[in-house]
């Protein structure tokens, strides 16, 4: 071995700690031979530098550490030199003796031992039981003594003076205030003895059966409510009467938070301590809201029964009783404007009777009532007009509606927020406008429309109007009824009446933007592969025309039969033995076999495209899949088609119609309309469609509608079995759409139905180019007093001359008669599931549709705007609201 292998380490350090390192010794005791001896393992290399083993032990850190691990107390005795083989007895490097020095601090007890001492990994972190049951007292021990304070501190509220509400204000477009309702309080308070015990067992068999003997609370409901509420699901209100109490006492706050609902909690709990069960059930039946502005029991029967509360009958209570579990779904005369889909009539009035029927079946299950005098009641009751408020009455409750309905479904102020009031709601309609249009209707309603001469076609007549602002989409004027207190269906909203061939100019602008198929190809590769179309493009106007697909063969129903599509008076139009006319023609004359036609070349789900850019909800299209939806089988709102029609004026751009500017509330501006275009056609498509449509105003069916010194654009149209006629025009500034139907408004009836109009007003038949037209013009004349005269611009040059070429088929003789023609008529349904069938036969398989004519179009009149009328389609439509279309009331949706 070489000298430097054995040479002594050298020192690391003076002082103690040094003289400690250079210690050495085995742990019996016993002192190790002498450094260097012979037999000594430092001859071999081994421990000779325990120096170096002892600095990567770690140091004095690591003698602490190490010394609290072994938990030892005694002073550690000398460690040993190291020798002998790596790993050796006790007393080296890793003996029990090794590190031991001066006892450590013993370790001072906290009061919390978490993170837990003495433990290690997860142990140290997991909680002990002693840990968890302090909590857990602790907290409930908190929420107990949070819970007495707060008991101490509530007081039983006065619900005479919280349970009120302030009116909103409705202004019009020119900041003059139109109304102030809406949030005011119809309310009369009535004692406990003229409440009817019927009453008072309703609400408890159906909401609350413990309420005569619970505490005020319900455990389980409170555990239920703050679980939804904390998990951010839907909040919930109180669940027993006397919670529902309280919260009409609080309106003054009615935020869904824990606080609230924790103090709502505390507030029942110490009323159903301290207040009598009787004066809890007269203030929560005198202050709750049973719908029709009405609060409090007394004005509810006022509003549906016009009678004293204490006269009611257990029909007519528990019917109320349902009214309370939200009135907007509950009360039969529905409420479209706020939920088209859902507050039909018709829904409401299922959901209402069977509300009834479930509440009288359990009073008699809980021994309030006897089960003989029960089945008195199997109907709803016979109802009020829904209107009873003077200052709704004319237009103003139409109007006041629709800003209602838009407001909901387009902000987030919901039906509570409007119900308490307190906004001031700025809404787009112009006062003068509506008057003019009012004055425009009813000036030619009371010249023609007879009843008393006339019972049997002048009853049950209905106008409705619309004037949209092509430049914003704001609605300017509707007419919704002769008074929305004693017609509560607005007329301008959705009705079910057709559109008949008002469609058509969704057909020409379709085939204008995409064009038609190219016949010689497959069905893909013609999906591409299309000619644009020109006004100059010659389709046959032959009544009686075989339709083809686009690819040449005969369209048939689901029957095999051929399907020949008839012309308004059976007239054929153009020259033998083609009958060929171009579409500028066709439109002015409005021929139903050259549309219908084109709407096959260029595809129904082109024309359904087209319609739904131009502003027409999806929803109220209907056949989409039959040759007769290109003329005009669907039931838009006048609102929306005079929204689409102001897309042409608007050269394409689209922007659907709304009726309210701006919102504000006490604490400053909580909405704001913002104004949304799209671009629905070029201004080549949209300005060619404006220039055929000037054709129909200026020689065609619509002369009636010409006004002085002006260009105006529109289409008139009339549908199957003469049931609703309708003229639809504009000016560049102006869109106005004006309806007519008649409707039986009976709404006791289950199934009401349009009926035809032929004789009514003392003409043999209604069409868009008479009394329409004539209201149109003459609403239009006074409305664009004062604006400057415009014009529509020059549209470009489009498409290319296409020429179709169907087979030419012999023309029948006309029939000499003043019903609709035997020609075959389809029957489409919403569903679209089959195709439409041409046999009376067939369309009579229901017993509600037999009464109806289903043979074909209209024969005789001048507008040529009739079409087929599918039967479920106007059976859906009963109700007026089967097909909303979600915007500020049915027109509006979303962007409405």
Not at 680 to 694: E, G, H, P, R, Y
Request: proline share 6%.
């Amino acid at each position: 071995m070489s000298e430097h292998r054995r040479k002594p380490p050298q020192p690391q350090g003076g002082g103690r700690a040094a003289a400690r390192r250079g210690q050495s010794g085995p742990s019996s005791g016993r002192r190790a031979a002498p450094r260097g001896a012979t037999g000594s393992p430092s001859e071999y290399g081994l421990g000779q530098e325990p120096m170096d083993e002892e600095r990567s032990y770690g140091g004095r850190a690591e003698s602490r550490r190490a010394s609290q691990r072994s938990g030892g107390s005694r002073r550690r005795a000398a460690e040993p030199a190291r020798g002998g083989r790596r790993g050796a007895p006790p007393g080296g490097p890793g003996g029990p003796g090794r590190g031991r020095g001066r006892p450590g601090e013993p370790a001072k007890k906290r009061f919390i031992d978490y993170p837990r001492a003495g433990k290690y990994g997860a142990g140290r972190w997991l909680p002990s039981w002693k840990l968890v049951t302090g909590v857990f007292i602790a907290f409930f021990g908190g929420m107990i003594a949070v819970a007495g304070v707060g008991y101490a501190l509530v007081g039983v509220p006065d619900i005479d003076k919280t349970a009120s509400a302030q009116n909103n204000v409705f202004y019009w477009n020119d900041g003059s205030q139109m109304v102030s309702t809406g949030g005011e309080v119809n309310r009369q308070n009535i004692n406990i003895s003229q409440i009817p015990k019927e009453m008072q067992y309703a609400v408890i068999s159906q909401e609350n059966k413990t309420f005569e003997t619970d505490g005020g609370v319900d455990p389980k409901g409170i555990a239920r409510a703050f679980f939804n509420m904390a998990r951010g699901g839907q909040t919930q209100g109180g669940s027993t009467i006397t919670q529902q109490y309280v919260k009409n006492a609080m309106l003054n706050d009615q935020s869904q938070t824990i606080s609230r609902k924790f103090k709502e909690i505390l507030v029942s709990i110490k009323v159903g301590a301290k207040v009598p069960k009787d004066q809890i059930m007269a203030g929560y039946l005198n202050s709750a809201y049973y719908g029709r502005s009405a609060y409090g029991l007394q004005a509810a029967s006022r509003a549906y029964f016009n009678k004293e509360a204490k006269n009611l009958d257990p029909g007519e209570c528990a019917f109320l009783a349902a009214t309370l579990k939200g009135a907007t779904y509950y009360d039969p005369a529905g409420n479209p404007s706020i939920d088209p889909v859902n507050a039909t009539r018709e829904a409401n009035t299922k959901r209402a009777l069977s509300q009834m029927q479930d509440t009288l079946d359990k009073m008699v299950e809980y021994g309030h009532l006897d089960a003989q005098k029960r089945a008195e009641y199997t109907k709803l009751p016979k109802l009020e007009n829904p209107r009873s408020n003077f200052a709704l009455s004319g237009q103003i409750g139409y109007l006041v509606d629709l800003a209602k309905g838009y407001l909901v479904n387009n902000t987030d102020i919901t039906t509570d927020d409007l119900q308490r009031g307190g906004y001031s709601i700025h809404t787009t309609f112009d006062k003068k406008k509506v008057k003019e249009l009012e004055t425009a209707v009813t000036k030619v309603q009371k010249a023609n429309i007879k009843p008393e001469q006339r019972p049997k076609t002048d009853t049950h007549v209905q106008f409705g109007g619309a004037s949209v602002d092509p430049a914003t989409g704001a609605i300017r004027a509707i007419y919704g009824g002769e008074d929305a207190t004693k017609h509560f269906t607005n007329n301008a909203d959705v009705t079910g009446a057709q559109v008949g061939s008002t469609f058509k100019p969704f057909v020409l602008a379709a085939a204008m933007k995409w064009g038609v198929r190219d016949k010689s190809l497959g069905e893909e590769q013609a999906q591409d592969e299309r000619t644009q179309v020109s006004p100059k493009s010659l389709f046959s106007g032959q009544d009686q025309l075989k339709i083809k697909k686009y690819d040449g063969t005969i369209w048939k129903n689901e029957e095999g039969k051929e399907w020949l599509q008839t012309n308004d008076g059976n007239q054929d139009y153009g020259t033998p033995p083609d009958y060929k006319i171009d579409l500028r023609e066709a439109m002015r004359e409005s021929v139903n076999s050259a549309f219908v036609q084109l709407g096959m070349d260029v595809g129904l789900d082109k024309v359904k495209e087209a319609a739904v850019d131009a502003g027409l909800k999806e929803d109220s299209l209907a056949g989409t899949s039959f040759p007769s939806f290109s003329i005009g089988i669907s039931d838009p709102s006048a609102i929306r088609m005079a929204g689409a029609y102001a897309t042409f004026a608007a050269s394409g751009e689209r922007r659907d119609p709304y009726s309210v500017k701006s919102v504000s509330d006490k604490d400053g501006t909580v909405f704001t309309h913002k104004d949304k275009t799209a671009q629905a056609f070029t201004s080549q498509v949209a300005d060619n469609v404006t220039d055929v449509l000037k054709t129909v105003v200026e020689k065609g069916t619509g002369t009636n509608a010409q006004l002085s010194g002006r260009e105006v654009a529109g289409k008139t149209g009339t549908t199957d079995g003469n049931k609703s006629a309708w003229f639809v025009g504009y000016t560049p500034q102006l869109s106005t759409s004006i309806t007519m139907f008649r409707y039986d408004d009976d709404e006791t009836q289950k199934n009401r139905t349009f009926l035809k109009m032929f004789g009514t007003g003392g003409q043999a038949k209604i069409h868009g180019a008479s009394f329409p037209s004539e209201i149109w013009h003459d609403y239009m004349e006074q409305a664009m007093k004062g604006l400057p005269v415009e014009k529509f611009p020059t549209p470009e040059p489009i498409g290319e001359v296409v020429n179709a070429d169907p087979t030419p088929t012999p023309t029948p003789t006309p029939t000499e008669t003043e019903e609709e023609s035997p020609s075959p008529s389809p029957t489409p349904t919403k569903s679209e599931s089959s195709p439409p069938s041409p046999s009376p036969t067939e369309s009579c398989r229901f017993g509600w549709q037999c009464n109806d004519d289903t043979g074909g179009t209209d024969d005789g009149g001048t507008d040529g705007g009739s079409s087929p009328s599918p039967t479920t389609s106007e059976t859906e439509s009963t109700t007026g609201t089967t097909r909303g279309n979600e915007n500020g009331g049915l027109f509006g949706g979303p962007n409405g």
